[in-house]
């Protein structure tokens, strides 16, 4: 314990994929699924350190590295983390290494396909613990460019190089009111600029200013978390990138998580204020996102719709601005990383599988697949928010806090729910119930072993953390308390 | 016996709704380890072990509830005191807003948990013969074992977060026994209906939930019903009521359970005939305190309950399968537990629950040996009712309760979900840039551009780089009177189709909802 202590861990958490993908790029091919393993399995071990180590009473951040980068223009490389942001480091851990642990093939692009994987891996990691302005900026731009690459190379659609360019095109214009924001930031600063996040808390913009900040991160997050109505991308995405990206992209909610360490904390008074635009954007999501899940006939696309009205509802809750709203999103986003990441992975293997994820073209995959049906149903269940998975608790507290704040909002959260479960049983009634007739189905196997594990693994922690959800409301009790307070 | 050790006792036994989980869990476990049987030999092999663990838990359950009963019992005769309910620790809390893991047993859980268990274990002991050889044989007992914990958790729940659990957990167990045999295309459509038609009932539980939790400060049913402010009491049990009616498929919310006949004999005995039909009443039982202030509420329970009777006693007589006729007659009694409810009759209710559930189950599981001994055909419905033709054809319609729930909720949602993905592609996927089938891409621009690309992004880069080369070459005024022309009636277009849009009822849903979130 003490030796893990004086160890930088965040540091060797970011930096641990970035020297697995190069060393992959050097070695030959035929070991680049080892080293995905190996990095995978080593990274999930150090977030685990980080755990172990992180005292959850302390609600201001912890483990911090810290050191001057460019000395010339002032540039820090600033780690920590925070009872908020930690847990989302196992929950990447975990992700990327189902991911890795999934995606083997042996062509002889696999090495770049890792490595690109691995610097998106770092880039997330980065997000999640950058305690400077420029630091976060800079992965948060870092994880576009593997994006693009592995969809627009790797995806599984046709039209995946537009897809792709459209993503990269409305994620780098977002970063414009971004980086704005974060001038402004630096620049009111006392003594000059400053970067750093742990500053811009201390020292609170005034009025006009905050709310300039605020709608600036708004729009530039908002297509990220994907807001609506600048979510268009995400289904795109699902139906064109492969199954791996998407499980990251939609299991990982960046966008979320981004507004919740920074535009909301940043400008508080704004946010207060904004109350309001806030709630609505959520509410128009939720609705919107569960009616158009239920007109799809794409599994993908569904996900990608349901995965709209589930973010929208997270924000819903943040919008409330009380404590049982914050802790129920973060819970709620830990969950995704898990529910909507299993099922896209599992989506993905099912399209591995068949060919086609348009259910007209499937139909009775649980006679030729029962336990991918029976896990596909289990993550489906937890996305629903049903009792005895981590969906539930997660769901009731979010649902307490938009209820006390927006009475109004939370029926709608109830008819969004309603037509949001609606929309995955029935798309799964028509993939995996009836009889097994159609083409696609013949000669399909079961989830092989490592699919089996991953989903296994996944579907153990959902269901645990649903029956004990207080571990992780014990966990992020301190820094969520803090983060209320800080809005008074 | 001393205090210590009935604490003790009571303690360890305070777990008994997870352990059907648990032997669920092991059934899991134990189907994931094995490849799928080869022979039928093989098959029979497996069967006995997923029919033993469910057994063994269920009769272990049973065993532990009966203990309890005994102490129970034995406090009443030799005045020790019992504890009535037993705290294990907090299941979460946030803030303010604890929800604690507490379990009940009193003079309501202790008969009707008894009597859950004891059906459970003769349905499930049934079934090992019943269903021998049947496809899926493991995963009934496995879902059984889901339903009888959820069951368990209604019944001994504290509060009524734990009891909106085990109200999930058999509504999720009813799906997948309803859809059970899951290549009939009718099984699984009526599974979803009945799962999401629940759903919706599920919402009023929720909100009266949101409601106990945040007006009350506690969802502890002592507390829920010591709370004597008219508004939140009224809100909180219109909330409860929705709930319970649905599950209880109490009109005009009996949509599903008319469908719901799809599972084999034995799930229909446990989850319609006897068991989970009587949760909302159980429910508006347990809630005696909080209902008995709203009196306007109990009047209504009284017509909803009678009316529900009167209906399924009609809808019964014409019956033709003896599945569908004992449903309806349960759902004729149900009727009269509800009424008697409303009237304040609370204890006879419970024990005409008890009585049903018990006469219910044992006419459920005895229906296919009446099958295979008689052979007679269905008798037909009586005299009186046969000659009033406008009646009979209402009973043999089911009063219409189907095609209602079609029309007033799954058709407008259908709708609304085509018009939001019409919204998606026609508008925001060509804002956003989203990529088209080749074939729908417009022809590239005639002057050569320095830029193409897709989207509100692509076009405004393109329309910049070619202002400012329009800007550097020389200034220049395009048609402008075409332009303006060509954008008027463009609008004008668009503002014609959405007065079309607005005529539609179901934006009438749309304006309500919008309406509450901004008033609320």
Sequence with gaps: MDILITLPLLTMLVVLPIIGGLITLLLPARLTTLIARVVGVLGLLISFSVLAVFDPGLGSFQLIDEALWMPGIQIYFRLGVDGISVLFLPATQILFCAVYFLEREDKPDAPLRSALLMLFHAATLGIFCALDGVLFFMFWELALLPTYFLVSRWGLGALRREAATQYILTMLLAGIPIMAAFLLLASQMPGGSSFDLRDWLAHPLSRPQQTVVFLLMLLGFGFKIPLFPLHNWLPVMANEGTAGVLAIVAGLKIGVFALLRLAIPLAPQAALDLHWLLAGLGTAGLLFGAAAALAQTNLRSMLAYSSLSHVSMVVLGIASFNLAGIQGSVFQLLNFSLISGGLFLMIGALHRRTGTNEVGQLGGAAKRMPWMASFVLLFGLAGMGIPGTSGFPAELTIFLAVFTKHAGAALAVLVGAAVAAAAFLSLYRQAFFGPAIAPAMNDVLDLDRPERSVALVFGVIIVFFGLFPQIIMDAINASTHLWVARLR | ?520
């Design chain 2, 1 to 520: 016996m001393s205090t210590e050790l009935l604490h003790a006792v009571l303690h360890t036994a305070s777990v008994l709704p997870l352990i059907p989980l648990v032997a669920a869990a092991g059934i899991a476990v134990q189907q994931l380890g094995s490849q799928p049987a080869t022979s039928l030999a093989e098959a029979d092999h497996r069967e006995p072990a997923a029919a033993r663990i469910a057994l063994g838990a269920t009769a272990l359950v049973l065993i532990l509830i009966l203990l309890i009963d005994a102490a129970a019992i034995g406090s009443l005769i030799f005045g020790y005191h019992l504890p009535s309910s037993i705290l294990l620790g907090t299941f979460f809390s946030s803030g303010d807003h604890v929800i604690p893991y507490v379990l009940t047993f009193d003079s309501l859980s202790l008969p009707v948990g008894t009597i859950v268990a004891f059906v459970a274990l003769i349905t499930l002991r049934f079934s090992r013969q019943y269903l021998h050889r049947e496809a899926g044989f493991q995963r009934f007992f496995m879902v059984v074992c889901i339903f009888l914990s959820g069951m368990l958790f209604v019944v001994f729940s504290g509060n009524a977060v734990l009891a909106f659990i085990g109200w999930e957990l058999a509504g999720v167990s009813s799906y997948l026994l309803i859809g059970f045999a899951y290549e009939r295309h009718t099984a699984t459509r009526n599974a979803q209906f009945a799962f999401v038609t629940n759903r919706i009932g599920d919402a009023g539980f929720m909100v009266a939930i949101a409601i106990s939790l945040i007006y009350i400060g506690g969802v502890g049913w002592h507390e829920i019903g010591q709370h004597h402010e008219a508004l939140i009491s009224r809100l909180a049990a219109l909330g409860f009521v929705t709930a319970a009616l649905v599950k209880s498929a109490q009109w005009p919310f009996g949509a599903w359970i008319g469908r719901a006949l799809e599972g084999p004999t034995p799930s229909s005995a446990i989850f319609y005939g006897a068991v989970m039909v009587h949760a909302g009443i159980f429910l508006l039982i347990r809630l005696e305190p909080l209902l008995l202030q709203v009196p306007d509420l109990m009047i209504l329970l009284i017509f909803i309950g009678l009316v529900t009777a009167v209906l399924s006693w009609l809808t019964a007589l014409t019956q033709t399968d003896i599945k569908s006729a004992l449903l309806f007659a349960t759902l004729s009694q149900t009727g009269l537990m509800l009424a008697a409810c409303g009237f304040g009759f609370f204890r006879l209710a419970l024990a005409h629950l008890c009585a049903h559930m018990l006469w219910r189950a044992y006419q459920f599981l005895r229906a296919p040996a009446i099958l295979a001994l008689s052979g007679r055909p269905a008798p037909p419905p009586a005299a009186w009712l046969s000659s009033r033709a406008w009646l009979h054809t209402a009973a043999l319609q089911r009063f219409w309760i189907d095609s209602l729930s079609q029309i007033a909720v799954m058709r407008p949602f259908s709708q609304l979900a085509r018009d939001a993905r019409s919204l998606e592609e026609r508008f925001i996927a060509s804002i956003s840039g989203a990529p088209q089938a080749p074939a729908l891409i417009p022809s590239p621009a005639p002057l050569d551009p320095l830029i193409q690309s897709p989207g509100t992004v692509g076009r405004l880069l393109y329309a910049l780089s070619n202002h400012l080369l329009a800007l550097e070459s020389r200034l220049a005024l395009q048609g402008g009177d075409t332009q303006a022309r060509r954008i008027f009636l463009l609008a004008g277009d668009y503002f014609r189709q959405a007065e079309n849009l607005i005529e539609h009822p179901r934006y009438l849903i749309i304006l309500v909802m919008l309406t509450f979130v901004v008033i609320l």
